[in-house]
């Protein structure tokens, strides 16, 4: 990334890596960080507050500010991006956790999608069947046609085939 002039990354995800329920996407994220700061990259992670946990933090040489709850860190992030509360950054990573950042909408710099796999049947396992068949389509038909130019990143063979399909 520093040979293509990418200095500063900013990096979207739903949950911290200190977050009590964090799991794979939240590891991966953290490594990768820890990997970019170390190769010279300045690398902001925005995230939701975590419990017990401060606003502002530092983990591994990059920084991590954690603000909004589960559903309300989506539009405080973009508005925070949209006016440069930040600060500026030369690139974006999104991380998408079942509901997409969607920064085709708003990010106009060089960015690429994370995506660990696709929820599908774990929408049921968290909110009631309205809300369930909400994300659902939000994740595989809403939001997909904008990411169609987005570089996608995937974790597995069978994620990959997902999108695919």
């Known amino acids: 990334m520093l040979d293509s002039g990418t200095r500063r990354v900013h990096v979207l995800a739903w949950r911290d890596f200190d977050d009590n329920e964090a799991g794979g996407s939240e590891n991966h ?12 990259l300045s690398v902001l992670h925005r995230t939701s507050h975590a419990a017990g946990l401060p606003a502002v933090a530092q983990r591994n040489g990059y920084d991590v500010v954690r603000r909004g709850g589960r559903m309300t860190v989506f539009p405080r992030v973009m508005g925070s991006e949209l006016t440069g509360r930040m600060g500026d950054y030369d690139a974006l990573v999104e991380i998408w956790n079942g509901v997409p950042w969607m920064s085709p909408l708003w990010c106009r710099k060089p960015r690429i999608l994370i995506l660990h796999h696709i929820h599908g049947p774990m929408w049921n396992q968290v909110f009631p069947a309205p809300l369930a068949a909400l994300g659902r389509a939000l994740e595989t038909k809403f939001a997909p046609p904008f990411y169609r130019r987005t570089p996608t990143v995937t974790t597995s063979d069978d994620t990959q085939q997902e999108l695919i399909e």
Do not use: P
């Open 29 to 40: 994220a953290d490594e990768f960080m820890k990997r970019w700061q170390e190769a010279g």
